[in-house]
């Protein structure tokens, strides 16, 4: 898999996590909406592990910078 996230599009998806993490364990969301939101929360940091997003390969979004060759 080529990377097609950059560093700000990782960083963002981490803090939504988070974010989405601490609402869930704190009791603010909950029920079915807080399940939904904290299995995207783990994808979003699975996807910024791996740098690759599988919902952008289809569109071609690249928020990487493209490397150029020497």
Known sequence: MKKNMGTTDRVIRVIIAVVVG????TGTISGTLGITLLVLAAVFVL????????LYAPFG?????LKEND
């Open 22 to 25: 601490i609402l869930y364990f």
């Open 47 to 54: 996807t910024s592990l791996i740098s690759f997003c599988p």
């Open 61 to 65: 979004i690249r928020t990487c910078p």
